[in-house]
């Protein structure tokens, strides 16, 4: 397939995949990522984000046949999608493939919702869908190496234009060709800026819904003929050199096609013990180990040491790091994350409640936690981190963490998933309620795709 563009040799992958030739394990994850996402869109129905994103989208939504997480009314497709997207990616509890630094089941997993439902498909073609795009998703942040990033994107912002538009074409059934259009076509409408960062806007949680309903979108376009790029990708002023820029030169372009559909990246995403930007787990890991250590003795400063890379998006500016405003700064506060976990030895989402930002010692303690670079980092294969406390008593005590929980061999494992899904899914319902969505994931590949969209309706 060396004459073939890379969107091209997606489109192939896309079209020809079935679960029965996906790795069981590769499947198995998928369905507790699925699950950890939908524990997450069942909490976050009760947060004023969630409430707000509702009502937003409801006033504009064209009645139809596709359910949205706690919601009374079917909408139509694109709707669903845009909202059970932010509801799933909204409190930034979401996995995330390390190496390509994306979350990959919000990219593609609302495109697969609302379109298995609307179609009355299998569950395992709910996964078999969802999974050729989230493998795209992170295929294509693996390529550009955290370049994203680099110049102000949300990387999974950007890629869930392309994950959705796989994730449809494979649904409603499109050719080799249709797909590779519907990822052209999709090409036009990839974004997702980070400045949220500077007021801990909800923008962020916007942009896998919008990429949603892009690649749905993009999908019918293509379905009905409409003609897009076959180089949406590498070509003159194609995604790479359009957003990179003076980065384009780094981009990895086999990483798009090797190995694709017997190499599954999927299988290598992490799930998130903590609520807050991966990019601090190690910090958090190492900041709770050492809370037992300190013994209530006065802590006189502290050291943390994370990723070069990563540091302009959870320790600068620093003056704005160390007094988070809202729940979304903290999640990005490296400083507040890091005090809290020294002081408690715990960090949840009840530790970003508006009584817990107003905690005068955690504030206090935030202003003397220094970031720096950390010259031990695993980044990007693991988000390693390192504290280094001092003490009132003269003791300074020190803990790095290569691995961070939830990554390699720390993955979760399923009880520890499922403990995590029952305890975000209590915020909004009752136990019996959970255990109906919980029983429909674990039992996708063997039930209609609308027995689980029935366990989530309100």
């Given amino acids: 397939m060396a004459d073939l563009s890379p969107a091209q040799v997606i489109g192939r992958f896309s079209a020809d995949v079935q679960l029965a030739n996906v790795p069981e394990p590769v499947v198995t994850r998928a369905k507790l990522h699925i699950l950890d996402a939908l524990g997450l869109g069942l909490a976050a129905t009760v947060e004023e984000f969630g409430v707000t994103s509702r009502a937003g989208i409801a006033a504009m939504a064209a009645p139809g046949p596709c359910s949205t997480i706690l919601g009374a009314e079917g909408w139509a497709a694109r709707d669903a999608a845009l909202l059970n997207a932010i509801l799933v990616h909204g409190l930034d509890f979401d996995d995330t493939h390390l190496a390509s630094i994306i979350h990959p089941t919000c990219t593609a997993l609302p495109a697969a919702l609302a379109l298995a439902e609307e179609r009355d498909l299998s569950g395992a073609e709910l996964l078999a869908g969802f999974l050729a795009g989230a493998e795209l998703g992170i295929r294509i942040g693996g390529a550009v190496r955290g370049g994203f990033h680099h110049v102000g994107y949300h990387a999974s912002g950007v890629v869930s234009h392309f994950a959705s538009a796989v994730t449809a074409g494979r649904l409603l059934g499109l050719t080799a060709e249709q797909i590779t259009a519907a990822q052209g076509i999709v090409g036009s409408t990839a974004s997702g800026i980070q400045v949220f960062l500077e007021e801990g806007a909800w923008t962020k949680r916007f942009h896998p819904g919008w990429g949603a309903v892009a690649g749905i979108t993009a999908a019918h376009l293509a379905q009905a003929g409409f003609k897009g790029p076959t180089r949406p990708y590498e070509g003159k002023f194609g995604l790479f050199d359009t957003h990179l820029q003076g980065h384009a030169g780094d981009v990895d372009l086999d990483e798009l096609t090797d190995g694709l559909g017997r190499d599954w990246r999927f299988g290598e995403t992490a799930l998130k013990p903590y609520p807050v930007c991966h990019f601090i787990h190690g910090c958090a890991d190492a900041a709770i180990a050492l809370h037992g250590e300190i013994g209530g003795v006065e802590i006189v400063g502290v050291d943390a040491f994370l990723a070069q890379p990563t540091l302009h998006i959870v320790c600068e500016p620093a003056e704005a790091k160390e007094r988070p405003g809202n729940d979304y700064e903290a999640k990005f506060s490296a400083q507040f994350v890091t005090a809290w976990c020294l002081l408690y030895g715990r960090f949840g989402l009840p530790d970003l409640l508006p009584a817990a930002l107003a905690d005068e010692r955690a504030r206090d303690l935030a202003t003397r936690v220094k970031c720096h670079a950390d010259p031990d980092t695993a ?44 305890a975000c899914a209590s915020l909004a319902v009752d136990a019996a309620r959970a255990a109906r969505v919980r029983d429909a994931v674990l039992a996708l590949e063997t039930i209609p795709a609308r027995d689980l969209a029935a366990a989530l309706r309100g």
Avoid: C, Y
């Fill in 379 to 422: 980044f990007p294969t693991t988000f390693s981190g390192g504290v280094r406390v001092t003490l009132a008593d003269g003791r300074v005590l020190h803990r790095h963490v290569k691995v961070n929980s939830g990554a390699g061999e720390k993955a979760m494992t399923e009880a520890q998933v499922v403990a995590k899904f029952d």
